[in-house]
């Protein structure tokens, strides 16, 4: 009677024999590679690989109750939300795990970039990086669309808009991304179809191939300042290396993988569990227009950045900036795959990825606040402050009444409350003139419009005495030319003489 | 059990001329070259193949928006105080049986005088977010980036780089028609180039369309 151990290794005998991928498969992961980069820095791939995974059981356990159809996709959501037990989990799980997976990539591209990986011989490697990294931001925007909410509809109207700015094809390509003429249920069919086979299939094919190039060519040395990378010599130095400081992979280097990949997802199940899943907002019914469509945190610096572009550059920034950027990426390893790889000879590296960091941040910064965007209710919900108001006339209190009743405030800020397009109008008196503030309320410009023909000429006198009360500490901007042409006015005692300001 | 396997020819070190002698032949025999064949064989089935496949693929590229659309009704003009902007909305003609929520569509509607309109398509020009209204300043106002209009439709201020899209309009009878087909943006402008058909023109539009602004389709 033979031992249960013995039966064991007669069944894996049995498997290995026929299947014959074990052996050759823990070899692979046993493989040597040079102590000096079992580190922590070396962590976010193979993390990445485990947020995928698990973006890909969460996305089929959520295909089981989503319905993708512009009827349906939203109600299906609130049935997630509300009705399946756990629904609302597996959505935060797949949502929390999408923003992890996309913070998880970046941080990975930028270690590698830094470190210097990307040169001979892994350019390949880099570049179907690059790959994966544009199917992960592929697969957020899908998604946003899954959601099928306010946001989702008018995010394809901003793509599809996009896409009109392409000269020639523009309309066809328009009618190819939605699936027809508006924005519809072929739209959600065609993107859930995206998001579901296209983009996963090409991930996980793209991830693979990754993962087979990294094997290939082993985990890149740790860098070393002054140790050059050339083509005549870098594999017999890696090799030289891996004989002389190899440990296996697994288990001596992978632990710290495997402990970060843990962490990681006990991340992502703590922010699904305490913050919950994204949405949906309100149902995409487009004549709902009160609303304020926003991107989900990985594109909202797009969002900002597309609000700042002045008008003639928008069409040919939007079209040449992502091309010109996605070439400098792909062909990055092939002009610099040669040379010092440690940070600290390579300034220039150093320094793109702290501007892009900053300017990424920044953008985003202000993607969450929109201070461009005119508040649509500050005129109804902002009321004057009543310190302005102390003192004053009949007259100036009717120009605060328009003020408000005019809007003004959905652009301008008083005490802080208000949007925030147009410049705050607390001290607006002790840089205009009269004549400066009624020009710029008439005729607009900069980035106001004209308000002639919104404005009688009783409101106007109006707004601009209340507007001439809000000057500070300051004494109010007067114009000196007009103190002199008429000489019988006495200028206020307490102005202090203004340069002359442009005759509009 | 890890190396795959390998055609006998190719394991074994014979000498190397008699290895280039053998490789050419491999190369002409008659299987080579009916395995060539079969390759063009099948690179011609699949290029067969592929032409309805991409022609079904890019289907609605293919499709010309300015054919899309029809007239369509907003309701009756007296719905539409003269001198004021209104939201109206219809259901896209265009729309698809499982379009839900999304077929709806809005527009505002100003009308200027009793037979003159303007239709706007809610959709901002810069990227297509949905413009609000405010009556007091006058001022179509987007939410996403700012884009401002005047109550004719013309740029304000802003990022948008033109005016909003307008709908082309008649008046039949008592009520207000436009044509809608397209989601308006840069490409693909609300207003159609088509000729209005003839079975869905009412006789009372030859009528009424003679006092109205050249926005309105001309008979």
Known sequence: MASLKQRALAAYE????????????????????????????????????????LQVVTGILLALVYSPSANEAWASLGVLNHSIALGWYLRALHGWGSDFMIAIVLIHVVQVFLFGAYKFPRELTWMVGVGLLLLTLGMAFTGQVMRFDQDAYWGLGIGASIMSRVPLIGEPLV???????????????????????????????????????????????????????????????YHELVVKTGIPFVPDAAWKDAIFAAAIVFAVMACAFFFGPFGPTGTPDPTIIQTVPKPDFAFLWIYALLAFLPASLETPVILIAPVLAIAGMLLLPL????????????????????VIAVTLGIFTRLGTYTPWSPIMDAWTSAPIPAKYLHNSTPLERQGALVLQDKQCRNCHSLNGVGGQRGPALDEVASHMTEDQIIRQVLQGGGNMPAYGNALSPAETKALMRFLMTLHGDLAPAIDASRVLTHADVTPPAQAMPQPAPKTP | MSEPLEHPAASGEPDIDAATAAAKAVLHT????IFKLSVMLNAAVGAVLAVPL?????????????NTGSWIALGGIDDFPV????????????????DGDTAKVACWVRRISTQQFQVFAINCAHLGCPVRWFAQS????????????????????????????????RIDGNSLVIHAGDMPTLATEASCKQEPLIQIAPVEFETASAATRSKQWPV
Do not use: Q
């Not at chain 1, 299947?19 to 980069?37: D, E, R, V, Y």
């Not at chain 2, 109550?151 to 990022?159: I, K, L, Q, V, Y």
């Open chain 1, 14 to 53: 049995w498997l290995e024999s026929r299947l014959g991928l074990i052996a050759p498969l823990s070899k692979a992961a046993a493989h040597p590679t040079p102590a000096n980069n079992s580190s922590w820095w070396y962590v976010f791939g193979s993390a990445a690989t485990v947020l995928l995974l």
């Open chain 1, 175 to 237: 009618h190819l991304l939605l699936g027809g003429p508006i924005i519809g249920g072929a739209t959600l069919s065609r993107f859930f179809t995206l998001h579901v086979f296209v983009v996963p299939g090409l991930l996980l094919s793209f991830a693979f191939i990754h993962i087979f190039m990294t094997l290939k060519h082993g985990v890149s040395d740790w860098p070393m300042p002054g140790r050059i990378v050339s083509k005549a010599t870098y594999e017999r130095e």
């Open chain 1, 335 to 354: 002009f610099a795959g040669e040379g010092e790889r440690h940070w600290a000879r390579r300034p220039v590296a150093v320094l793109m990825v702290s």
């Open chain 2, 30 to 33: 008659r299987r080579a070259f």
């Open chain 2, 54 to 66: 991409v022609g079904y693929l890019l289907g609605p590229a293919l499709k010309k928006g300015s």
């Open chain 2, 83 to 98: 001198g004021e902007t209104r939201l109206a909305e219809f259901r896209s003609p265009v729309a698809n049986f499982d």
């Open chain 2, 138 to 169: 006058k001022l179509f106002l987007c939410p996403c980036h700012g884009g401002a209009y005047y109550e004719d439709g013309s740029r304000a201020s802003g990022p948008p780089e033109r005016g909003l899209f307008e709908y082309k309009y």
